[in-house]
């Protein structure tokens, strides 16, 4: 029998990977962040000093890179040829450029297949990402798609960051959206079957019991 997924999906700071790490530990379930795949990548082809807009070039460059994720959501890592990038990812570099790498359909092929052998290889396993329950494991029994206010996101992504400024940080999640929303390769949108929690009203462990629940619910 093929191992639990439980796909969570949705916009950028609406809380998916404190969600789903928390519920992954709830449900003593591995955990994979893809979009610290994507920055991996990023990060990586920046240190090849690979002209990010090239998207040939970009693809060539991909496929030479490797990508080590650890599943354990108590203390998940994150390796790039061979160096722990957990840090430098979130870098405001590898924020602003991400999603230009994530566009490139060659990217996208390399760690979707990634993605499948991790899932293959877990004992139940929540993923979390922009794709996963439409193209990444569109047969699994849970899918969520998590949303939450543009101001909401952007007021809880400041406070991660240290209390940056709101309303420029507002504007690049837009932005990032925008660009993540309208690719022509599995773009952000909600999949077909998923449930939509909104969380701009709940605290985190609302968000994680309701999503137990669903999970409780489908099993
Ligand atoms: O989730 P996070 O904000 O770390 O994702 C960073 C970027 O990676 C997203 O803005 C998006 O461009 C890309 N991404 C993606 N598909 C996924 C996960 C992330 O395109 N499954």
Not at 62 to 87: M, R, Y
Not at 204 to 218: K, N, P, R, S
């Amino acid at each position: 029998t093929s191992p639990l997924v439980v796909a969570i999906d949705g916009p950028s700071g609406s809380g998916k990977s404190s969600t789903s790490r928390g519920v992954a530990a709830r449900l003593d379930l591995a955990y994979l962040d893809t979009g610290a795949m994507y920055r991996a990548m990023t990060w990586a082809l920046l240190q090849h000093g690979v002209d990010l807009t090239d998207s040939d070039a970009v693809a060539v460059a991909a496929e030479k890179i490797s990508l080590e994720s650890g599943t354990d959501p108590a203390a998940p890592t994150i390796h790039a040829d061979g160096v722990d990038v957990a840090e430098p990812i979130r870098s405001d570099e590898v924020t602003g450029s991400v999603s230009l790498v994530a566009a490139v359909p060659r990217v996208r092929e390399i760690l979707v297949d990634m993605q499948r052998a991790t899932i293959a290889g877990s004992h139940g396993i929540v993923v979390e990402g922009r794709d996963i329950g439409s193209t990444v494991a569109p047969d699994a029994p849970v899918k969520i798609y998590l949303v939450a206010d543009p101001a909401a996101r952007a007021a809880r992504r400041a406070a991660e960051n240290g209390g940056g400024d709101a309303a420029a940080t507002e504007q690049a999640l837009a932005r990032r959206d925008e660009i993540d929303s309208t690719r022509a390769t599995s773009p952000l949108a909600k999949p077909e079957g998923a449930v939509v929690v909104d969380s701009t009203h709940m605290t985190l462990d609302e968000v994680i019991d309701a999503i137990v629940g669903i999970v409780d619910a489908a099993g």
